[in-house]
């Protein structure tokens, strides 16, 4: 099974910026879509965005507007800008394949923190 793996976190101060990136080695083969979550600490683990096979984004209305999800089938990799960042993003944000039988096999990776603060 696959593992997802995240990264591009950290710590960093109101009104920046963050790229994200996750990889999940065969997505683009097996046709899988990708969703963004983010938990932040004592809450409930909430979806963010979504980049479909067709590379169609989606994104949860409050962060619409800020964050830009986007993929690179050559390298299996999906990234997640985010723009204007407030302590209201600062959460584990980690990154899922979903689809067909092999996508939604994969493992859940670490996820990678992002922290915004002055």
């Known amino acids: 099974q696959v593992q997802m793996v995240e990264s591009g976190g950290g710590l960093v101060q109101p009104g920046g910026s963050l790229r994200l990136s996750c990889t999940a080695p065969?997505?683009?083969?097996?046709?899988?879509?990708i969703n963004w979550f983010r938990q932040a600490a004592g809450k409930e683990r909430e979806w963010v965005s979504q980049?479909?096979?067709?590379?169609?984004?989606v994104y949860e209305f409050a962060v619409k507007g800020r964050f830009t999800a986007s993929k690179d089938e050559a390298t299996d990799t999906v990234y997640l800008q985010i723009n204007n960042l407030t302590s209201e993003d600062t959460a584990m944000y980690s990154c899922?394949?979903?689809?067909?039988?092999?996508?939604?096999?994969?493992?859940w990776g670490q996820g990678t923190q992002v922290t915004v603060s002055a």
């Open positions: 899922k394949t979903y689809g067909g039988a092999w996508c939604v096999k994969t493992r």
């Open positions: 980049i479909r096979t067709d590379g169609t984004p």
């Open positions: 065969g997505f683009t083969s097996y046709k899988c879509g």
